[in-house]
């Protein structure tokens, strides 16, 4: 079954922060996080294990609530590279495949 | 370090052809995973393979659609008799189990069925 995103979409100017949201209905074993723009594949920024810490990588950090099969990505002063659409892919407990939200798109404005 | 890459990046066919797109993943993965995405959603799962197994099929594809991987290296995805609604990209993604479940994506193969 699908993770639902939240927001849909979000307009920021530079500097500031956002959270994007997923969950899922189903246990996890993982969660990833991709960032994709305009035109081109997305690009892998983070994965979320069950049972593992809260990662992060540069200003762009993410948790995984297991009890709430949630998982939030933080962004924090984004920055005009930071504009795209962030999707999360969820692997459940015992498979092998990702499932991806529809995605949130992320717009920032100098 | 070669990343994922697949070919060609652009078809245009006719409705009713066959189409055949390839990937080659990082070398070292053995996993290997096709995805279809149109606009405003996101990766749509297809198939993947690990090594050279089929593991598992969407219950959403036709029988129109096949993929190999015969040596678990490169994979082929094939469609056959192409509809207006097979318009699309299709991604293709490798990952390595040993080294981390994250996926890497390829630059996709965008066609267009007319």
């Given at each position: 079954?699908?993770?639902?995103?939240?927001?849909?979409?979000?307009?920021?100017?530079?500097?500031?922060?956002?959270?994007?949201?997923?969950?899922?209905?189903?246990?996890?074993?993982?969660?990833?996080?991709?960032?994709?723009?305009?035109?081109?594949?997305?690009?892998?920024?983070?994965?979320?294990?069950?049972?593992?810490?809260?990662?992060?990588?540069?200003?762009?950090?993410?948790?995984?609530?297991?009890?709430?099969?949630?998982?939030?990505?933080?962004?924090?002063?984004?920055?005009?590279?930071?504009?795209?659409?962030?999707?999360?892919?969820?692997?459940?407990?015992?498979?092998?495949?990702?499932?991806?939200?529809?995605?949130?798109?992320?717009?920032?404005?100098? | 370090d070669t990343g994922v890459s697949?070919?060609?990046?652009?078809?245009?066919?006719?409705?009713?052809?066959?189409?055949?797109?390839?990937?080659d993943?990082i070398s070292?993965?053995?996993?290997?995973?096709?995805?279809?995405?149109?606009?405003?959603?996101?990766?749509?799962?297809?198939?993947?393979?690990?090594?050279?197994?089929?593991?598992?099929?969407?219950?959403?594809?036709?029988?129109?659609?096949?993929?190999?991987?015969?040596?678990?290296?490169?994979?082929?995805?094939?469609?056959?008799?192409?509809?207006?609604?097979?318009?699309?990209?299709?991604?293709?993604?490798?990952?390595?189990?040993?080294?981390?479940?994250?996926?890497?994506?390829?630059?996709?193969?965008?066609?267009?069925?007319?």
């Amino acid at each position: 079954q699908q993770p639902v995103q939240s927001p849909q979409a979000v307009i920021l100017r530079e500097g500031e922060d956002a959270v994007i949201n997923c969950s899922s209905s189903k246990a996890l074993y993982s969660v990833h996080w991709y960032r994709q723009k305009h035109g081109e594949a997305p690009v892998f920024l983070m994965i979320l294990l069950k049972g593992g810490e809260q990662k992060g990588h540069e200003k762009i950090s993410a948790s995984f609530n297991e009890k709430k099969q949630q998982s939030s990505l933080y962004l924090t002063a984004s920055q005009l590279s930071y504009s795209g659409t962030y999707f999360c892919g969820t692997v459940r407990a015992g498979a092998g495949k990702s499932t991806f939200g529809d995605g949130t798109t992320l717009t920032v404005k100098p | 370090d070669t990343g994922v890459s697949q070919n060609p990046r652009h078809k245009i066919t006719k409705r009713g052809q066959n189409v055949t797109f390839r990937c080659d993943p990082i070398s070292e993965h053995n996993r290997l995973y096709w995805y279809r995405q149109t606009l405003g959603q996101g990766p749509e799962f297809l198939t993947y393979f690990q090594n050279e197994a089929q593991l598992e099929k969407s219950r959403l594809l036709s029988d129109r659609f096949s993929a190999e991987r015969p040596k678990g290296s490169f994979s082929t995805l094939e469609i056959q008799r192409t509809e207006q609604g097979d318009s699309a990209m299709y991604l293709c993604a490798s990952s390595s189990w040993t080294s981390g479940p994250e996926q890497y994506f390829g630059p996709g193969t965008r066609l267009t069925v007319t």
